[in-house]
């Protein structure tokens, strides 16, 4: 048999294959980061109470939800927490922090862990108060809440210099009525 | 200790209610005692009536009553900070526990289950193993002399993870693969029988982002693939790892595996993101001809132990972009012949994001026979390029290698170069299926036009 009758099978099958994935959902693009309107709230990055950190950059904090960082200075290993998919807030962190979609989002931890970078994976928490909960437990620990779900249990950081009470504060998310 | 948070809570809620109703009565008692007290002296200068006496005998009955509850409560709260204290003890041990997920990119629990994972963790009979899959098969024909074309099955890849505690974790690669095997151009195994192969095996302490030591079997960090696509054909684009960077069992020229000691972190420079690896092993195997397994994961062929030294940089001012050198010594003592000293030196400049990537490589690898004046380089390189388009990444390779007739480590790989174009296109966020063309140009040989389709996934 002549050896292009081979390659000429592969082909085929390549076509046939295609053709039956191509129902497939296609992947989420990334989503592009948009400028806060006047009804958004801002999105607080809070750590556990007893984490001496005040602020952090807007690259320091972009390490660490990479899971680039794994330890704060004080060698307490980081734990970072996230909302579970689809919630505004998640959405809100995978676009100005990470610009990544859901799959490259996993993609990357998964990378990540694959390759030992990346010492422990994100928690996921389904609501504001498991977080909260999570975060008052867990010294290492940090997440992200609406400035209106924070209370006394946790601890807010400034991010470059500037609280979520402020003006220029970078980290926004849509109002609870927009879900 | 038994006493759950939530009992502690409602304990310390519900003394304080109870004292502050307390103190609220004998408040009120004493004030109207108080307000009461003048005005009966201001009737009854005198003596009291015995009716008073009683009066007051009551209330200073109540009065000592009341007291000995506000002691009871006080006793109360002495022992809810006994046992708050004991919690704050306990706390530590559960939160060392928690923060493990390793096996998958992440993991969504409900508050109750967030809950239960911490007392889970407090048990430490169990093991917190995790394990993710990875796998592939591959039609796969060229136009090579004896090759036919095939369906192949490819690695079988368990990747398995264990938190041991905060500091320390147990990570694994165990790979299924059929043979034979080829280590330098020698078959060993039998064809189409498969035998397991544990590819990485190691114990990581992470002290903290500046040192990280890890014991056992690794991929040694010679350049940039080696350490970034390990054994999963899934994660990479193509179908196949570059030439220069193909495991010592398919033909590959490169040490890729190390047993031993590592060290890993950053170094402290700022935006420039410098990272170093430090590492000493056994080496490989360096008889010849090999017939046996190509790395020393048990007894080493002779005293010397190799080492490896890389640096890159990943600067926060270009995201994705990675750029390094490693340098490898090692000292080889072939039987009936003499030693061969082994450097390879690399260097990489990759730039890799969610839907772009780039990587750029280069290595010699230098072997110098000791008492002659002989020494063999072994230059190589490749670069790789793709973007994603939605689901579809459309790539290009192209590779060189090119080593001496009469080099004593790799005789038959010689000079192998060529392009390799390519679509990648994922069904799904854990299928991907490729279709490769491969073009090959062999020193004294016929060039080689290659196809191979894959399906590529992870479970």
């Known amino acids: 048999m002549p050896r292009w009758v081979g390659l000429l099978f592969i082909l085929i099958s390549a076509g046939f294959l295609a053709g039956a994935f191509s129902f497939a959902a296609d992947l989420t693009p990334g989503v592009p980061p948009e400028p806060p309107t006047a009804s958004e709230q801002t999105l607080a990055i809070v750590v556990n109470l007893s984490n001496p950190t005040e602020n952090l950059s807007m690259a320091e904090l972009h390490k660490i939800f990479l899971g680039e960082r794994s330890h704060w200075p004080n060698g307490r290993r980081i734990t970072l927490v996230m909302m579970a998919p689809g919630q505004p807030e998640r959405l809100a962190i995978l676009s100005l922090i990470y610009r990544m ?79 | 200790m038994n006493f759950s948070v939530l009992q502690l809570n409602k304990g310390v809620l519900l003394v304080n209610a109870n004292r502050s109703r307390l103190l609220t009565q004998v408040s009120l008692f004493v004030l109207g005692v108080l307000a009461v007290a003048p005005v009966v002296r201001a009737q009854h ?18 009065i000592s009553l009341l007291e000995s509850q506000v002691k009871k409560v006080d006793q109360l709260e002495a022992r809810v900070r006994e046992l708050e204290a004991a919690k704050s003890h306990i706390a530590p041990a559960e939160i060392t526990a928690v923060p493990a997920q390793p096996s998958v990119a992440s993991e969504t629990e409900s508050e109750s289950a967030g809950e239960r994972t911490m007392s889970e963790r407090m048990d430490v009979s169990k093991t917190l193993l995790r394990i993710r899959g990875f796998g592939d098969t591959t039609l796969h024909g060229d136009t090579q002399k004896g090759d036919n074309t095939a369906f192949t099955l490819g690695q079988l890849d368990l990747f ?61 960090a010679i350049g940039y693939y080696n350490t970034a696509f390990h054994h999963s054909t899934w994660f990479q684009t193509t179908t196949d790892r570059p030439f220069l960077f193909d495991f010592e069992d398919r033909g590959g020229i490169l040490p890729v595996h190390t ?201």
Do not use: C
């Open chain 2, 160 to 220: 398995v993870t264990s938190d041991i505690s905060e500091k320390f974790k147990f990570l694994s690669e165990i790979v299924f693969e059929g043979g034979p095997d080829n280590i330098y151009g020698i078959t060993r195994g039998t064809n189409n029988a498969f035998g397991v192969d544990v590819e990485r095996f190691l114990v990581q302490y992470s002290y903290n982002d500046y040192l990280n030591v890890e014991a056992g079997r690794w991929h040694t």
């Open chain 2, 259 to 459: 047993v031993g000691v590592s060290a890993s972190g950053l170094i402290p420079s700022g935006r420039l993101g410098l990272h170093y690896v430090a590492e000493v092993g056994n080496g490989r195997a360096s008889r010849s001809p090999i017939t046996q397994e190509p790395v020393q994961n048990v007894v080493d062929d002779q005293a010397h132990k190799a080492f490896n030294l890389a640096i890159f940089a990943r600067p926060d001012a270009i995201r994705g972009l990675q750029v390094g050198f490693s340098a490898y010594r090692d000292l080889l003592v072939p039987a009936n012949s003499p030693k061969i000293g082994e450097t390879i030196l690399a260097a990489h400049a990759v730039f890799v994001r969610p839907q772009f990537e780039w990587l750029n490589e280069a290595l010699v690898v230098r072997h110098s026979v000791f008492g002659t004046s002989q020494v063999f380089n072994t230059p190589g390189f490749y670069t790789q390029i793709s973007k994603q388009f939605r689901s579809y990444r459309p790539y290009f390779r192209y590779q060189y290698v090119n080593s001496s007739d009469k080099e004593p480590v790799f005789p038959d790989v010689r000079l192998r170069q060529g392009p390799s174009v390519g679509l990648r296109y994922d069904a799904s966020e854990s299928v991907a299926l490729k279709l490769q063309y491969d073009y090959t140009v062999l020193r004294g040989q016929p060039a080689i036009n290659a196809l191979a389709l894959q399906v590529g996934f992870t479970f």
């Open chain 1, 101 to 179: 979609n859901e799959n490259d989002f996993n993609n990357h931890f998964l990378r990540g862990l694959f390759t030992g970078e990346v010492f422990v994976s994100p928690k996921t928490l389904a609501t504001p108060v498991g977080v909260r909960k999570f975060i008052f437990n867990v010294p290492g620990a940090i997440g992200y809440l609406r400035s209106s779900d924070v209370d006394s249990s946790v601890k807010i950081v400034r991010i470059d210099e500037r609280s979520p009470y402020e003006k220029a504060y970078p980290l926004h998310v849509p109002p609870p009525s927009a879900k």
């Open chain 2, 45 to 62: 200068p005198g003596e009291a009536p015995v009716s008073d006496k009683e009066t007051m005998q009551l209330l200073l009955k109540r």
